[in-house]
């Protein structure tokens, strides 16, 4: 069965960054994109970006533009979600998704999520 | 950015009730080259990731229990769940896949009366 595999909660501090990894499983990871979201405390949903089955391209949210870099290892089947330059408002639940269709930015199978606290 | 705003934002119903949630967009989400909605509802428990419940605004993910309904096309759209059972309290959300970035309605609580 399909399953994606996220890495565990994290604290950081303010200004510094955080690497979440998404470890993929039951089907061909070369098939399909994967996407980032986020959710913050009681809040909905973000769109965060996407990587490409290759990884060769990605696309990101306007305003996580320069902080967010989204990386694949084909080899383990793990994709890698980094964000810099933390602030409090970086707080949330990160999910790996991933993308049901190619180019349909829905997912049907999602990681169970990664907690990143930014605190001092 | 297309908005997508939920009414209400919660609600609750007996066991066995209907309960209607809907979910409208700031701009047409009707794809005129494929007639087709961009439009997709996850149910979400707590401590949980977002289930897929319906895409294509009306097509029922497999494995969905056939209660689960959605309907609605270009703005406004509907999610009904005929029959409301216990394990169907939860947080359910509609997403926008038509114009990126996605995004999401802010969400209904659905809880049993």
């Known amino acids: 069965q399909v399953q994606l595999v996220q890495s565990g909660a994290e604290v950081k501090k303010p200004g510094a960054s955080v690497k979440v990894s998404c470890k993929a499983s039951?089907?061909?990871?070369?098939?399909?994109?994967i996407h980032w979201v986020r959710q913050a405390p009681g809040q909905g949903f973000e769109w965060m970006g996407v990587?490409?089955?290759?990884?060769?391209?990605?696309s990101y949210a306007q305003n996580l533009q320069g902080r967010v870099t989204m990386t694949r290892d084909t080899s383990s089947s793990t994709v890698y979600m980094e964000l810099s330059s933390l602030t409090s408002e970086d707080t949330a639940v990160y999910f790996c998704a991933r993308e049901a269709a190619r180019g349909l930015y829905y997912s049907d199978y999602w990681g169970q999520g990664t907690l990143v606290t930014v605190s001092s | 950015d297309i908005v997508m705003t939920q009414s209400p934002d919660s609600l609750a119903a007996s066991l066995g009730e209907r309960a209607t949630i809907n979910c409208k967009s700031s701009?047409?989400?009707?794809?005129?080259?494929?007639?087709?909605?961009?439009l997709v509802w996850y149910q979400q428990k707590p401590g949980q990731p977002p289930r897929l419940l319906i895409y294509?605004?009306?097509t029922r993910e497999s494995g969905v229990p056939d209660r689960f309904s959605g309907s609605g096309s270009g703005t406004d759209f509907t999610l009904t769940i005929s029959s409301l059972q216990a394990e169907d309290v939860a947080v359910y959300y509609c997403q926008q896949y038509y114009i990126s970035p996605s995004t999401f309605g802010q969400g209904t609580k659905v809880e049993i009366k």
């Open positions: 701009q047409n989400v009707l794809s005129p080259s494929n007639n087709k909605n961009y």
């Open positions: 039951g089907y061909t990871f070369s098939t399909y994109s």
């Open positions: 990587i490409n089955p290759s990884g060769d391209t990605t």
């Open positions: 294509w605004a009306s």
